[in-house]
Nanobody, 116 residues
């Protein structure tokens, strides 16, 4: 059973920064893609950023230039550095792990709240 441990959410003022972490219970040898999605109240869950096993990154247009996804292979962990946060970034952020045909797994979610 794959487990994802998220941390790093919280309350921050607009313009501030937060860093999210997601540690996987399996190694990158068994992972295709890891990333972060978010869901704001009344809205659909949307992809924020992702990183492949080859290190290729992808970002939603709304966060390009402000968010950076990275990984620590030794710790099987990904990070999402969020800078210049805006109130519209407020959402529950979910870590997502894609193993291709072996399935997709989600973390429990961590709340990010940006005050204006």
């Amino acid at each position: 059973q794959v487990q994802l441990a998220e941390s790093g959410g919280g309350l921050v003022q607009a313009g501030g920064s937060l860093r999210l972490s997601c540690a996987a219970s399996i190694s990158w040898f068994s992972i295709n893609v890891m990333g972060w999605s978010r869901q704001a109240p009344g809205k659909q869950r949307e992809l924020v950023a992702a990183i492949t096993s080859d290190g290729v990154t992808n970002y939603a247009d709304s966060v390009k230039g402000r968010f950076t996804i990275s990984r620590d292979n030794a710790k099987n962990t990904i990070y999402l550095q969020m800078d210049s946060l805006k109130p519209e970034d407020t959402a529950v952020y979910y870590c997502r792990l894609d193993r291709g045909r072996a399935g997709v797994y989600w973390g429990q979610g961590t709340q990010v709240t940006v005050s204006s």
